[in-house]
């Protein structure tokens, strides 16, 4: 029996731009959610972390999730059975990440969030119960959304053009080389864009706009998602250790961390391990790649829409284009110039507090889909022998360029 049609605006792409929109109005009114970023040392510190203000945090997300469940499938009351779950197991990575020994190491919570989904997942299974309130895909829109709102262009503009030269220059580089190793390995076109998109630009975010651009398989998806967060691990561990050893220039550093980390988060962390000027240079960088999202998603709908059909027609590109990378750049440029730049400031904390909400429900989310047997069996392990050469192929590249625009070869090094 055929389904009718889903209206344009309840299709998940634009459900997302209406929730964030909603949560962003709702900062701009006055909402301060209460910050994730426990911060402690010892067990005894823990009950003092806690308040009726992750309540109040719960609620709010609850019901603006709930809006865009129903919007999308009605499911409310299945969804609100499961939703205290995931929100309590986002909360205890939160809670987990702000020990002093995994804030030194720079382990942040997506790496707990998904420990925790995987933990549950391939021990007793996700339960039944459990499964309508987990949506990777509606959490993690949401949150890309809210975080189109935190990078503001005159922040990436601080370095000048060398941030946005290397981030190009990585994605570019990068992607190609990636995609030509996926197919050498056999993968076929959707796995090898999804891979080479999140290699290349920023992750798990990368990620889900290149499955949306070429409406690739939600699995393989899944698959790519957690990948990119278990190699994330050792690397946040390895590259702050290499710096110090072979004495890397600051600037250089930090260029290297934020074109090769998948998270801001991630990158501020290493870079606080070395120097005020790493953290600088790689949150620069990174935001870079992260504006490049919107551009990616543009191209890989048109070459997708071209090869699927012969023809790139404006139609087809719209059709096939993530509507939730509209809501993005929109939150991004209206930050960025039309509201005024001390309010858009003012309001950043409270805007990272629920992207980071709905980032860790995300997360534990992918968890709660994977089994461990699958990053390794699935197409006989092609897919994680093909992102671990692309991830040291970037890792290779992306040092080079580092040195070359920010070691004062090219250019100036940039004062911050």
């Known amino acids: 029996m055929s389904q009718t049609p889903r209206s344009w605006w309840s299709t998940e792409d634009w459900v997302v731009v209406w929730i964030g929109l909603l949560a962003l109005a709702a900062v701009m009114l006055g909402y301060k959610p209460v910050s994730l970023s426990f911060k402690w ?38 969804f609100s059975k499961g939703f205290p779950a995931v929100f309590l197991l986002g909360i205890a990575a939160h809670l987990c990440a702000g020990n002093a020994t995994a804030n030194a190491w ?43 709102a935190t990078i503001i262009f005159s922040e990436i503009l601080q370095a000048g053009v060398l941030g946005i030269l290397q981030s190009v220059l990585v994605v570019i580089v990068v992607w190609y080389f990636s995609f030509w190793l996926a197919k050498k390995l056999r993968l076929d076109d959707e796995f090898a864009a999804m891979l080479s998109t999140a290699v290349s630009i920023c992750g798990v975010s990368a990620a889900i706009a290149a499955c949306g651009a070429i409406q690739g398989d939600r ?71 992260n504006v490049l999202i919107g551009i990616a998603a543009f191209i890989l709908s048109l070459w997708w829409s071209a090869k699927s059909s012969g023809a790139a027609s404006a139609s087809i590109i719209w059709e096939r284009f993530p509507k939730f990378v509209l809501g993005f750049v929109g939150a991004s440029l209206f930050f960025s110039f039309v509201l005024d730049g001390r309010v858009a400031v003012g309001a950043k904390p409270a805007i990272t507090a629920l992207r980071n909400m709905w980032f860790s429900m995300a997360f534990v989310s992918i968890g709660l889909e994977t089994k461990f047997t699958d990053l390794l069996t699935t197409e006989e392990g092609r897919p994680f022998w093909s992102f671990l050469g692309a991830q040291a192929f970037n890792a290779t590249w992306t040092l080079i360029l580092a040195w070359l625009i920010f070691g004062g070869i090219l250019f100036d090094v940039p004062k911050l």
């Open 41 to 78: 040392a010892s067990l005894v510190q823990i009950p003092a972390l806690f308040s009726l203000r992750l309540i109040e945090l719960a609620a709010f997300g609850w019901a603006l999730s709930l809006i865009g469940v129903w919007m999308l499938d009605g499911r409310a009351a299945a």
């Open 106 to 148: 720079g382990i942040e919570f997506v790496i707990f969030a998904l420990a925790a989904g995987l933990l549950v997942s391939n021990t007793i299974g996700t339960p039944d119960w459990l499964q309508p309130a987990v949506r990777t895909e509606f959490y993690i829109k949401t949150g890309i959304i809210l975080m189109g």
């Open 219 to 289: 699995r393989k998806l899944s698959y790519v998602t957690s990948i990119v967060l278990i190699v994330a691990v050792p690397m946040i561990v390895i590259q702050p250790w290499l710096i110090r050893t072979f004495a890397i220039p600051d600037a250089v550093a930090g260029a290297w961390l934020g074109g090769t980390l998948d998270t801001t988060g991630s990158v501020v962390a290493a870079g606080e391990l070395i120097s005020e000027t790493a953290t600088k240079v790689g949150t620069i960088v990174k935001f870079s790649q």
